[in-house]
Nanobody
Framework: QVQLVESGGGLVQAGGSLRLSCAAS????????MGWFRQAPGKEREFVAA??????????YYSNLVKGRFTISRDNADNTAVLQMNSLKPEDTAVYYCAATLRSSSRYDSATYEYWGRGTQVTVSS
């Protein structure tokens, strides 16, 4: 079992920045990829970014909606995944979820991920 706890959400004005963290605990030695998804009211959960955990190079993946504005990184020593969000827009408003998978599969598909955090709210005002 892998437990995930997100932190760092909040309210920010358009153009501002936020930094989300996801602390992983439990069976983290088997984690293959950690990802971030988001869900806005009335919309489906969508992929934001992901980073491979087991490879030295730590391959990164981004949604086209956030590429160039968001950066995902990892701290293997602390088992933490970080999502740095810059140039935020009102349409980035959503609950952001951290997810982890023990298998190699599509990083962009929420069905790949077996473990999920409870989410953290990000609100961007115009």
């Amino acid at each position: 079992q892998v437990q995930l706890v997100e932190s760092g959400g909040g309210l920010v004005q358009a153009g501002g920045s936020l930094r989300l963290s996801c602390a992983a605990s439990g069976g983290t030695s088997g984690v293959y990829t950690m990802g971030w998804f988001r869900q806005a009211p009335g919309k489906e959960r969508e992929f934001v970014a992901a980073i491979d955990w087991s490879w030295i190079r730590g391959n990164k993946y981004y949604s086209n909606l956030v590429k160039g504005r968001f950066t995902i990184s990892r701290d293997n020593a602390d088992n933490t995944a970080v999502l740095q969000m810059n140039s935020l827009k009102p349409e980035d408003t959503a609950v952001y979820y951290c997810a982890a998978t023990l298998r190699s599969s599509s990083r962009y598909d929420s069905a790949t991920y077996e473990y999920w955090g409870r989410g953290t709210q990000v609100t961007v005002s115009s």
